[in-house]
């Protein structure tokens, strides 16, 4: 049986029968883990097997592991990893912060792949301007487009080195919203050709990574109505102008932003050209309501979730953890020649 274009939370640390019973029918391609359904590695790994078992597959698991404010394993039992911005501020050197941001990409994998995970909602390349709305702030690596897409780049590339999956988002741009799209409908009205220069730059950079992830705001240069996620025509850019040929998801439908019942949510966004749809609180009612309005995965968007899983690398570039973290917290602490140690050739991240 074809799994469904939706990807679905659960309410907390183990899969009640109601879950599982629900899983088994609806048969989601994927699901999203929070804050709520995360205490120890060893109870995460048996969650993750749970809900895998529960659609009889190896289903991907996703998560928002930014660091900063967004990081949903943290201590004690996982380091607390630092905002996309801290990368910059911890060096002068570009090249460095390259560096750094890939490691803690690099490092991240290393935590999510030990407990299942297999899909982090990461980079964020959003570009802020002067006014907008802290839901991005200290989440932007950087505050001009082209070190954006650098190290967001640098990110992704960790993660993926370490067999995760990125997820650039919010596409096609977050960061000149002046409200938060979990509230309310953020409407962007300035021309096609400033946002091309800035906020749609770093995605057309990072058009190659596996999967991206919608932003509820109107662009009214794009559609004057709709969303992106519910709008064909913000879809047609994101594929054409922006040339990301990826998997695509939607951002959780239970944001404020988008309106109408949970169903017609779902629909709309499958009907504008998204491939999935993403539902995060974990309630179950609510989960029967987007099902409802989710068919089977098909089609182009059954061959990108394809050819997204293909991109996971089954063997993880080699990496001594201990050595590893030591260079990234030197780093960060901007001990640089600390960090150039003897200890340095043993990483190779």
Known sequence: MDASAAIYG???????????????????????????????????????SALRDS?????????????????????????????????????????????????????????????????????VLDVPVPGAHDIIGDRAYARDPATVAQLGRAAAEGLLAGGVLPVIKHMPGHGRAFADSHKELPTVGVDLDTLEAWDFAPFRALSDMPIGMTAHIVFTAIDRKRPATQSRRAIRLIRERLGFGGLLLSDDLCMNALSGTLTQRAEASLKAGCDLVIHCTGDLDEMRQVAEGVGPLR???????????????????????????????????????????????????
């Open 299 to 349: 089609g182009g968007a059954a061959r990108r979730a394809q050819a997204a899983l293909a991109r996971i690398v089954r063997s993880p570039e080699p990496l001594d953890i201990e050595v590893a973290r030591a260079r990234f917290d030197a780093m960060m602490a901007g001990r640089l020649e600390a960090a150039r140690g003897p200890d340095v050739g043993e990483i190779q991240a």
């Open 55 to 123: 659609v009889g597959r190896h289903a991907p698991i996703l998560i928002d592991q930014e660091g900063g404010r967004v990081q949903r394993m943290g201590p004690p039992h996982w380091p607390k990893y630092p905002p996309g911005e801290a990368y910059l501020k911890a060096t002068n050197d570009p090249l460095a912060a390259r560096e750094l941001a890939r490691l803690g990409g690099r490092l991240m994998a290393h935590d999510l792949k030990a407990v299942g995970v297999d899909v982090d909602c990461l980079p």
């Open 10 to 48: 659960c309410a907390g640390l183990e899969l009640t029968p109601a879950e599982r019973a629900f899983f088994a029918e609806a048969r989601p391609w994927g699901f999203i883990l929070f804050r709520r359904n995360v205490d120890s590695p060893d109870q995460v790994r048996a969650l993750t």
